[in-house]
Nanobody, 126 residues
Framework: QVQLVESGGGLVQTGGSLRLSCVFSGGTFSRYTMAWFRQAPGMEREFVAAIRRGGGSTYLADSVKGRFTMSRDNVKNAVYLQIDSLLPEDTAVYYC???????????????????WGQGTQVIVSS
């Protein structure tokens, strides 16, 4: 059974940085497309970034381009989200998600991911 465990969240000041991690277990990691979503209080869950299985092409939401970087380590079975130049509007719970069958056109759709972590809280103070 696939399990995803996020870590790395915290309280940071505007302009600071964080590195979120998501460790995968219970399956063949290299076969999974992985993604990060976030959900702010009272808001819908929104796509942040995705990285495809195999070659690892990455996709970012327009709102985070230039500040967020997603990567994966197929040896450590983990994905990372490097967040720089944090803004108060980045405050949210960040979730890791995985899918073994997602297609390119559906990468930004939360409903297309079968596996989710418990989330890690990021709070950015102004």
């Amino acid at each position: 059974q696939v399990q995803l465990v996020e870590s790395g969240g915290g309280l940071v000041q505007t302009g600071g940085s964080l590195r979120l991690s998501c460790v995968f277990s219970g399956g063949t990691f290299s076969r999974y497309t992985m993604a990060w979503f976030r959900q702010a209080p009272g808001m819908e869950r929104e796509f942040v970034a995705a990285i495809r299985r195999g070659g690892g092409s990455t996709y970012l939401a327009d709102s985070v381009k230039g500040r967020f970087t997603m990567s994966r380590d197929n040896v450590k079975n983990a994905v990372y989200l490097q967040i720089d130049s944090l803004l108060p509007e980045d405050t949210a719970v960040y979730y890791c998600a995985g899918s073994s069958s997602i297609i390119l056109s559906s990468l930004r759709m939360a409903t297309q991911y079968q596996h989710w972590g418990q989330g890690t809280q990021v709070i950015v103070s102004s």
